[in-house]
DNA sequence: GCCTAGGTCCCGTAT
DNA sequence: ATACGGGGCCTAGGC
């Protein structure tokens, strides 16, 4: 664990060089200017900043405030390290699409460069993708007698989350927000019913799943003849939970 | 700059406390467990991480890969380190949306805090806007006789980029993109067409103004009857770049 | 490779 | 405060 307090360029160069070569976690606190160039440019000059180059070769530039980098790079970059005309210069390479970015570092105030052991799973609850588990575990929550007849289905201007049919034969047609419902996601159902067809003699039931209605879209919902069916993440959560223990259950009564 | 090496918990919470009172920005190597609730959840057990706490009250979790934080919270947060039960624990309440971030953390390699010296102004080229002002500048690069009438102008479902007319008075409505137009650009220029009319006698022609367009775009393009403008970023900057230095010119010329 | 959709997206701006 | 659109968005999944 390597730490260097106020290091020459030259001494903060080969460490890093050999950090990156070992795909350590490498972090510098340091001044530099930052020019980026692809996919648009950027200019930022001389200031002191956190760097940070990870293993798998990405960059990361902060400021001393904002939750965001002021430049960085993905992974999958070529990152390399020079000595240039008294400066320390780090340059990363992204290969498609083709763009660079360029610190010139002035002096650097610390470098250290770790291996960091984290073995750990991260576990996300609770998305978009558990209300449709919840739907499709428990068709019925939506009403009585509904059943699922398909789901992310493929329809030209993209996918349908939840497709089905009550329990009159009608089509139900699902889609599912996490967030309160807007404009865009009626404008994206209207778009699917243009390519679904009910069986003759039965409708096409439009429905939209989510926690609330966005405020300004309350009367377009209503013209446009789209259902709305309140779920939100917190029972979408219960009702896998509830599944999760009946699973258990019934594969205990198996045993 | 005070820089701890694997220093106890409490010398770490001292020093956490009085950067996060000073308002430095605080980096840290260690040893920690996440648990993150509000707009859904999750959680990461231990594992070493590089945790970054700024001034504006944003921390930043990253582990050794992945050019995203694991685990965040924006700035605007009220950020606290508190010793409990032989481990340090930092949350991290963001008011709105209520969140909150929770560390556990075990063991720290490395803790310090810096004051960053940046006073530097962050410099963006060319973005959907620059194409913009490149049209607003020279409009008979769309085509000769092409006379702006407005931008930005406001309809229902939002905002026309840039809104003219051609040397016959027909009504132009250009919508810009920087990026390959897909289908999305296509529906939202036709969604603005239905709040649009030409004057008695003219007719409406919507065009995207982009660098190309997406493949699978090309046939629903030519069938909806927009045409296609072609604008790279680079073009337009050197438009912008020609009318800077006649801009320059022109002062030259009155003084 | 391109395209589509989601994100604890974040962020600014206008309402 | 909430809604809407943009971003060097990034990232994952299909084709």
Same mark, same amino acid.
């Given at each position: 664990?390597?730490?260097?307090?106020?290091?020459?360029?030259?001494?903060?160069? &080969?460490?890093?060089?050999?950090?990156?070569?070992?795909?350590?976690?490498?972090?510098?606190?340091?001044?530099?200017?930052?020019?980026?160039?692809?996919?648009?440019?950027?200019?930022?000059?001389?200031?002191?900043?956190?760097?940070?180059?990870?293993?798998?070769?990405?960059?990361?530039?902060?400021?001393?405030?904002?939750?965001?980098?002021?430049?960085?790079?993905?992974?999958?970059?070529?990152?390399?390290?020079?000595?240039? @005309?008294?400066?320390?210069?780090?340059?990363?390479?992204?290969?498609?699409?083709?763009?660079?970015?360029?610190?010139?570092?002035?002096?650097?105030?610390?470098?250290?460069?770790?291996?960091?052991?984290?073995?750990?799973?991260?576990?996300?609850?609770?998305?978009?993708?558990?209300?449709?588990?919840?739907?499709?575990?428990?068709?019925?929550?939506?009403?009585?007698?509904?059943?699922?007849?398909?789901?992310?289905?493929?329809?030209?201007?993209?996918?349908? @989350?939840?497709?089905?049919?009550?329990?009159?034969?009608?089509?139900?047609?699902?889609?599912?927000? &996490?967030?309160?419902?807007?404009?865009?996601?009626?404008?994206?159902?209207?778009?699917?019913?243009?390519?679904?067809?009910?069986?003759?003699?039965?409708?096409?039931?439009?429905?939209?799943?989510?926690?609330?209605?966005?405020?300004?879209?309350?009367?377009?919902?209503?013209?446009?003849?789209?259902?709305?069916?309140?779920?939100?993440?917190?029972?979408?959560?219960?009702?896998?939970?509830?599944?999760?223990?009946?699973?258990?259950?019934?594969? &205990?009564?198996?045993?």
């Amino acid at each position: 664990m390597p730490v260097l307090i106020s290091p020459s360029l030259d001494e903060a160069r &080969k460490e890093l060089v050999v950090g990156l070569e070992a795909r350590k976690l490498v972090v510098m606190v340091a001044s530099c200017s930052v020019e980026y160039s692809g996919r648009t440019g950027s200019h930022l000059g001389e200031g002191e900043r956190l760097v940070i180059v990870k293993g798998d070769g990405c960059i990361l530039v902060h400021r001393g405030h904002d939750y965001q980098p002021v430049n960085w790079q993905p992974s999958g970059c070529i990152i390399q390290a020079h000595a240039n @005309d008294g400066t320390l210069v780090l340059k990363a390479v992204r290969p498609s699409p083709l763009e660079s970015l360029t610190l010139v570092v002035k002096e650097i105030q610390f470098l250290g460069s770790f291996v960091l052991q984290d073995a750990a799973e991260f576990i996300l609850h609770a998305s978009e993708e558990e209300m449709q588990r919840a739907i499709i575990l428990q068709p019925d929550m939506i009403e009585p007698g509904f059943k699922i007849l398909d789901f992310e289905k493929k329809v030209p201007p993209g996918f349908v @989350d939840v497709y089905g049919v009550d329990r009159d034969g009608n089509i139900v047609v699902i889609e599912i927000k &996490k967030d309160p419902a807007g404009f865009p996601v009626i404008k994206q159902l209207l778009e699917y019913l243009k390519y679904l067809q009910a069986p003759p003699g039965r409708k096409l039931r439009p429905m939209i799943v989510a926690p609330s209605i966005a405020k300004g879209s309350q009367s377009t919902l209503a013209k446009s003849g789209i259902e709305f069916k309140q779920l939100t993440l917190q029972k979408a959560v219960e009702i896998l939970q509830k599944y999760a223990r009946s699973d258990q259950q019934a594969l &205990k009564s198996w045993l």
